[in-house]
């Protein structure tokens, strides 16, 4: 079968006006692009938004100690001419703008004039025309830091009756501020103030609380010229219950049967108030503030012990340390020459002779009791079941205890000579 062509009638179509209408458009179109592009190859434009570089590495700069504290993050339009074909592909990164140090002399305000370039990495074609603004204005200064601690102010806060407010925690606990000498010597403190009215029952943290500076008036700076590693801080707001907890102290090396309640002993504070977290505090009913060891307690004793409560606690009280007295008016004290020495935990292959004949001790207790006790009531022991046993003649410690006889003991330490040779 064979194709037939319609033959297209161009007389009709030039005698559709609408048809005609549309080509004239279209050629009128090609026929102003040929001439543009014939007569105008070139066009301009404005970029935006380009970032003015200020070498602060220069070697005259660096010398005078000087550093941009203002006015280095300026931004400027650039005029540029280029081919209509590659003009719109130009952006800001193919144009570098500097700024002109050669006015800068000392610290201070400073009008630097600016100049662009082709960024040396651009392959495109085009001319640069211009710079709007042609200057900018730039503060110089000696650039410093300077480190503060941060105080917290809690004017806001307030805690009911039988609890108490610990220290405000700030996070971070200290803020370095940097920018020209003369700004940062205007800073006395940083501060942060919690202002919200509040009454707290437990431990609360305020969260992204400003740091503000202070001079040493104590009236707010601007941060405008001046930068804060930290803008902001958490406060952690302690809040204590109060306590008044009785003190106590226990005794070691106890011999066997001895009445310890039977000692008298005065503190010099009984009970202290301490305040500490609800939950802890509720179960704390008693504080430990030392222990005495039974073979140090001489007549007349006296002891001191430092008060040491938990980190998270606090000594309303402010009592540091506390003194034991002991009365001992009643009592007396005789010494006594001890030869049954005994050795006890004796490792199996080793035989262990005392060599010592005899040890003196001191022994202290009521003076009924003393009257009425021997030598062979006092018992002397060698444990060696807590050292090293080795061969060889050496000294070694020696418990003395008077068990079961009441309150009487043995004062001092005592030691013996020991002879250890291997069983054969």
Known sequence: MKLRYKKINFKKILDNKNYVKVLSIIAAILLWWTIVYSLYPETQKEISDIPVTINTQDERIKQLGLSVISGGETTVSVQITAKRAVIDSITADDIIVTASLNGVTTAGDASLELNAQINSSSSKEFTIDGVTPKYIDVKFGKYISKTFPVTVNVSGITIPEGYTMNSAIPNPLEVTVSGSQEDVEQVSKAVVNIDEEKELLTTETFTSQP????????????????????????????????????????????????????????????????????????????????????????????????????????????????????????????????????????????????VSNSITVTIIGEEAILNNITAEDIVATIDLSDRDVITGEYKAPVKVSVPNKGLIWAYGDYTAVIRVTPKE
Do not use: C, W
């Open 211 to 354: 740091i503000i500076l202070l001079d040493a008036e104590g009236n707010e700076i601007s941060n405008e010229h001046l930068k804060l590693d930290s803008q902001t801080a958490d406060v952690k707001i302690p809040v204590l219950k109060k306590k008044e907890i009785p003190l106590k102290i226990e005794f070691l090396n106890v011999p066997t049967g001895f009445p310890t309640e039977n000692l008298k002993y005065t503190i010099s504070t009984d009970s202290i108030t301490v305040a500490g977290p609800e939950a802890q505090i509720d179960n704390y009913n008693e504080l430990v503030v030392g222990y005495v060891d039974i073979s140090t307690l001489n007549i007349g004793a006296t002891y001191t012990f430092d008060i040491d409560l938990p980190s998270e606690f606090l000594n309303v009280d402010n009592i540091k340390a506390v003194s034991v007295e002991f009365d001992t008016s009643d009592m007396s004290y005789t010494r006594f020459y001890v030869s049954n020495l005994t050795v006890v935990n004796a490792p199996a292959e080793y035989d262990v002779e005392v």
